[in-house]
């Protein structure tokens, strides 16, 4: 060990406190065995549950764990587009899209393709957000998801990319769906 009157002295010290720390500490976590359980995959979309949430197939086969029992469960997402309600909630959506003021079918088609387009940019980032039902009603199309994110991501941008419509989005105090309301220019 060098002098205390050395100018590497403390540095020394920190590296033989380290050394040590380190013969004395095992490290915890790279001895952690954890315990093996169940993997679940959607049949109907494929994502897979694991490590207490769902994954995208093509973001879940790049880290799923080898040699796990492996089951096929319903996830959220197709429950809801299954016709299931949420567990105690009356309605099956979170999420409710409501588009009015097409005057233009061309433009109620360009819209429904850009909703189309958020949702399925949400689905590769979260499988449980998607697009339940898109119902035409004339002038009208009523979007229903699974997720009340979805829905507000879809309103603002058919917001965003058809200047001049009027936007609205209410959430609720209670356990109930976004709403969201978009009117295009008259």
Not at 49 to 69: I, M, Q, R
Not at 96 to 120: C, H, I, Q, Y
Not at 159 to 174: A, N, P, Q, T, W
Request: aromatic share 8%; glycine share 6%; net charge positive.
């Amino acid at each position: 060990m060098p002098h205390k009157y050395n100018p590497n002295f403390a540095a020394a010290r920190r590296r033989e406190k380290a050394r040590n720390l380190e013969v004395r500490v095992p490290h915890w976590w790279s001895k952690e065995v954890k315990p093996k359980t169940s993997v679940a995959i959607c049949p109907n979309c494929h994502a897979i549950y694991f490590d207490k949430h769902w994954h995208t197939w093509s973001h879940a086969t790049k880290v799923l764990p080898v040699g796990h029992k492996i089951s096929d469960e319903l996830c959220f997402a197709c429950r809801s587009i299954g016709g299931s309600k949420k567990k105690g909630s009356e309605f099956g959506y979170e999420g409710e899209v409501t588009l009015s003021g097409f005057s233009d079918p061309d433009l109620k088609l360009e819209v429904v393709r850009t909703a189309k387009n958020v949702a399925s940019r949400a689905v590769e980032r979260n499988p449980e957000a998607q697009v339940i039902k898109i119902e035409d009603k004339g002038r009208t199309v009523r979007i229903t998801t699974t997720n009340g994110q979805l829905a507000e991501a879809i309103g603002k941008e058919v917001d965003r990319s058809h200047k001049g419509g009027v936007l609205s989005v209410r959430f609720s105090e209670e356990d109930r769906p976004v709403r969201v309301y978009w009117s295009a220019k008259e």
